[in-house]
């Protein structure tokens, strides 16, 4: 069976920077898949190319089938994206936001507006539909994207951070969501931090470090026997703690011995 995201050899660089070095980045369809890796690992960069937002330097990539530079429109059609930093159609309100974005995908009005409350009841933003989303707080704009990223009912829904600045209900409610969502055989990717999250949702987890995927597959197989966060902190720790050490305690001895 052909898998959601295939990506070949992905490469990027900024400048001298390298921020991807060659990703064989592998999502099978159906999966709820977590992108996880340090700050600065080149996840973003990743996902940016993997949803067509940014031209990659060389290496391919597929979603169900299709190459994504070679075939935007196919693509484009079978995803949903919930991209860094959310640039949304900050003067547009909630439900505005919605129906401009069902319009967009070309569904037909009536469909687009019985999404649209659907979504805003789910989501908890019936109340807020008619605020502009300039006024909204960040947890309702992770909301709103993620209703917008959905409406047209995507294969492949990619989202980056999508629980950072998230109280403990939405963050229920996205899951509960993006549950149903899997549950039916539509695919998530997202990237995050939250550790706990990513091994209570997810059913295959790609690492990445250095610009490079360092371990992919089941979520059991990454964990082998141990949480996600010892797995994590096993692949890609040692590396990042900062002093070169691996303990990350030398420096800072002037840290907390302040004199009154
Ligand atoms: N537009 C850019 N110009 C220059 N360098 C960039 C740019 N975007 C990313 N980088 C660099 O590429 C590397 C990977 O960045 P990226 O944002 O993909 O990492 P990330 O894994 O998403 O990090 P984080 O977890 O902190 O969000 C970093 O070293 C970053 O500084």
Redesign the pocket.
């Known amino acids: 069976m052909t898998d959601a995201v295939r990506t070949q050899g992905l490469f ?1 660089r ?2 001298q ?4 070095a060659g990703v064989d980045l592998v999502v099978p369809r159906g999966s709820f898949a977590g992108l996880v ?12 190319m993997t949803t067509g937002l ?1 031209r990659p330097d060389g290496g391919s990539i597929h979603i169900d089938g299709f190459d994504v530079w070679q075939d935007p429109v196919a693509v484009k059609a079978r995803i949903g994206v919930l991209p ?1 930093g959310l640039r949304l159609f900050e003067r547009l309100s909630g439900r505005e936001l919605l129906h401009y974005n069902g319009q967009l995908r070309g569904l037909p009005k009536p469909e687009v507006e019985r999404r649209t409350e659907e979504l805003l009841a789910v989501m908890d933003l019936l109340g807020s539909a008619d605020k502009l989303v300039v006024d909204y707080s960040t947890g309702m704009r992770k909301k709103i994207g993620l209703a917008a990223a959905l409406l047209h009912n995507p294969a492949v829904l990619f989202l ?2 999508p629980f950072e600045g998230v109280d403990p209900v939405s963050a229920n409610t996205l899951v509960d969501v993006l549950t149903r969502y899997t549950s039916s055989g539509s695919t998530v990717v997202f ?1 995050s ?1 939250v550790m706990d999250l990513v091994e209570r949702l997810c059913d295959w987890v790609s690492v ?1 470090s250095g ?1 490079y995927i360092v371990a992919q597959g089941p979520l059991d197989q990454i964990r082998a026997g141990r949480t996600l966060n010892q797995a994590f902190l096993d692949l890609v720790g040692a590396s990042n703690s900062g002093s070169g050490s691996g303990n990350g305690e030398e420096g800072l001895s002037w840290l907390g011995s302040a004199q009154a």
């Open positions: 990027k900024f400048g920077q390298t921020a991807v890796g340090p700050n600065g690992a080149g996840k973003t960069t990743t996902l940016s940014l860094e980056d951070e990237s931090h990445m610009g």
